[in-house]
T-cell receptor, first 111, second 111 residues
């Protein structure tokens, strides 16, 4: 099992550009979530999903969209990048009532 | 909104000393999870507690879930340099599926 795979690992965007952060898991987990981690700020929930076709907002959803067309994939779209979205983004999945498995993260810089 | 606070924010200890981090939620949690994040890494699941007043041990680590299911603690006995990292508690508020993380406690261990 590869676990949770995030791509790309690093990305630099210009203000106003859009992009999609990819996340895929091969554990057949129902729950998937996106977090952002800023220095000294801990992990903040952006969006989450409890199964294919179902998504909901987390603590900081503005500026981001998600979709869950399959169990495996949960992409995060930045609509119009802003410097305030410079952060490390983590995707995570959970199944079987156990803890979340995290991907290795995407380090995004918006200039 | 729901808040999960952890104290202390930072802790520096000499190797062999004990360490405790405390987690307090503004709302009742259906379970409490603990994660460890090494510098530059991603969060790794340690344990989950579900029952009010539950205590679990993993070698030198002792986890406790409060009676009111709003607070928790992690105690490490005789710290080692391998314990270095940031420890996060996390939990879903009752009747929700979203996992909210605490602010984290960064542990530094000096040899």
């Amino acid at each position: 099992n590869a676990g949770v795979t995030q791509t790309p690992k690093f990305q630099v965007l210009k203000t106003g550009q859009s992009m999609t952060l990819q996340c895929a898991q091969d554990m057949n987990h129902e729950y998937m979530s996106w977090y952002r981690q800023d220095p000294g700020m801990g992990l903040r929930l952006i969006h989450y999903s409890v199964g294919a076709g179902i998504t909901d907002q987390g603590e900081v959803p503005n500026g981001y969209n998600v979709s869950r067309s399959t169990t495996e994939d949960f992409p995060l779209r930045l609509l119009s990048a802003a410097p305030s979205q410079t952060s490390v983004y983590f995707c995570a999945s959970q199944g079987g009532g156990y803890g979340y498995t995290f991907g290795s993260g995407t380090r995004l810089t918006v200039v | 909104g729901q808040q999960v606070m952890q104290i202390p924010q930072y802790q520096h200890v000499q190797e062999g000393e004990d360490f405790t981090t405390y987690c307090n939620s503004s709302t009742t949690l259906s379970n409490i999870q603990w994660y460890k994040q090494r510098p530059g890494g991603h969060p790794v699941f340690l344990i989950q507690l579900v029952k009010s007043g539950e205590v679990k041990k993993q070698k030198r680590l002792t986890f406790q879930f409060g009676e009111a299911k709003k607070n928790s603690s992690l105690h490490i006995t005789a710290t080692q340099t391998t314990d270095v990292g940031t420890y996060f508690c996390a939990g879903p508020p009752d009747n929700t599926d979203k996992l909210i993380f605490g602010t984290g406690t960064r542990l530094q261990v000096f040899p």
